[in-house]
């Protein structure tokens, strides 16, 4: 049975950790890993158990066995990447530079393509309408420059990084929400400094997948 991106994307880490490890990860293992909840974790074997694709010993058991049918590819395994996620954002240095980070995920290469990405955790409801919402990692491209409506990645003064979409005035840079109860803030020039354009979301909902 075809799978989704997401499912493959799982289904090849879970080849991967066995074939290294001998033994399949832990629901925590493979949540830190992957950068998804234990109950995402938990979904996608499930998913997976049901298309034939895995098979668990017991009802139970953390130990899962790969189906013969389903070797191991290169294919599969150059698909997947490992993206940093930022946990800090410091002024002046590129984003593959940070030594800040807060773990990894893993991506699917082929969405996203680009070099040196990296992610952010999203915090707060500002670009909701945007279908960016609390929670979720956001996919940035470095970049020192942005195009007037793109979705970017901002430090401000120095201090605060936060994602908003970008439009330049003739004297003055107006950060805009996505969200009717936050308002649009105009900062100085010399007060914003752009760190990357937001190319993706990652966000571990995946109950819907079938």
Known sequence: MELTGRQQLFFTYLQKKIEEKGR?????????????????????????????????????????????????GSRQQDRVREL???????AGLPMYA?????GSVLVDSTLFPGSNLFCLRIKGESMRDAGIINGDLVVCEPRQYAENGEIVVVLIREEEATVKRFFL???????????????????????????GKIVGVIRDHIADDR
Not at 39 to 68: C, D, F, H, T, W
């Open 169 to 195: 005035g003739a004297d003055y840079i107006e950060l805009r929400p996505e969200n009717k109860a936050f308002a649009p803030v105009r900062y100085s020039f010399a007060d914003i400094l752009v760190q």
């Open 98 to 102: 940070q030594q800040e980070w807060d």
């Open 24 to 72: 399949s990860p832990s629901l925590r293992e493979a949540a830190e890993d992957i950068g998804v909840s234990r109950n995402a974790v938990a979904q996608l074997i499930g998913q997976l158990e049901r298309k034939q694709m895995i098979q668990r010993e017991g009802r139970y058991s953390r130990s899962i066995r790969i189906l013969p049918e389903q070797p191991m």
């Open 84 to 90: 940093p996620v930022i946990g800090q954002i410091t």
